[in-house]
């Protein structure tokens, strides 16, 4: 009878191995100083006034977007919380731009391999794999890179979701990678003071805050996010020579258009509707977000699209009903 039943036994599926519970603060340190996880870091808050040229991918330090103060001190938080909890990375993977490199240095330590791979977009399946590579028994990695290697290769995990100096932990799971939790800024200031967090805000946020009573939204953080916001500022400034700036470095070459063509089309519709104050955004993708603006002529929706094989590059521009900047 054991014998009839043994093939039949081994014929039986598999039941897959269950997912783990989301983890966050305490019990995702613990969960870390085991081993076997992957915790992949987007790099500390960085000066977004500065519009980094996207292709050719920058090189030289004065030309990529860097980290800022709250930046640096972010990082050397995570360094705290990191030596607190007695998490070790067996390897340190980098992106080579100087914002996660220095993330990644200030936090643990230099990266034992510095890969472009993390830096291109459209993701290749080089990327895919460096991501789901299984740690060495025992040990993590750490990998420090940018939003859209998160949201393309962690399932669960939205564009929006992890800001500058946030991180998703994932393990391997039959070759996939699998979400076992998230640690957000806040997280590594409630684990490097327990107890504290509550206590008051940081300077940072208060002005975060402030910002966002004064325009009464915050921009998704997403690519079309960022692109919207960068434009919003420049249709603010009034100056023909600002847009102009964001039209050349930013936008799609429209041969239908020329430069003059569409600055003329803006100094038109900033004389109808003045400086725009956002106050809602009513819709947010990866690639397109949908404002709800005031202007002189009261409401009116803005949509910035973004180009999907290059985000940080705006292919159109919508006001209302008709088109602004279009690329057709």
Known sequence: MLHLLVPFLLALPTQPQTPLAELRR????DALKSGGYTVILRHARTDRSYNEVRDPVPVKREEQRNLNDDGIR????????????????????????YRCTETAEMAYGKPTLVTMVLRTFPSPPEQAALVAAAPKRGTNRLIVTHHFVIETHVPGIKPGEIGESEAAVVRIVDGKVELVGRITLD???????????????????????????????????????????????????????????????????????????????????????????????????????VLGVQSKQGQVKVTVTTVPEDPMRVKSVTFAGYNHFLHR
């Open 74 to 97: 972010d990082a050397a938080l995570m360094g705290v919380v990191l030596r607190r909890y007695g998490v070790r990375f067996a390897e340190v993977i980098s992106s080579p731009m």
């Open 187 to 289: 997280d590594w200031r409630a684990l490097a003071n327990p107890g504290k967090q509550s206590e008051s805000q940081s300077e940072s946020e208060k002005h975060r805050v402030v910002t966002q009573t004064q325009t009464q939204t915050a921009f998704p953080d997403t690519h079309a996010g960022h692109m919207a916001e960068l434009y919003v500022k420049a249709f603010n400034s009034g100056s023909r020579d600002t847009m102009k700036q964001f039209i050349e470095s930013s936008m799609v070459t429209n041969p239908d258009r020329t430069t003059e063509q569409r600055l003329e089309t803006y100094l038109r519709l900033f004389a109808d509707h003045g400086p725009l104050a956002v106050h809602l955004t009513t819709s947010s993708g990866s690639t397109e977000v």
């Open 26 to 29: 305490e019990a995702l340190m």
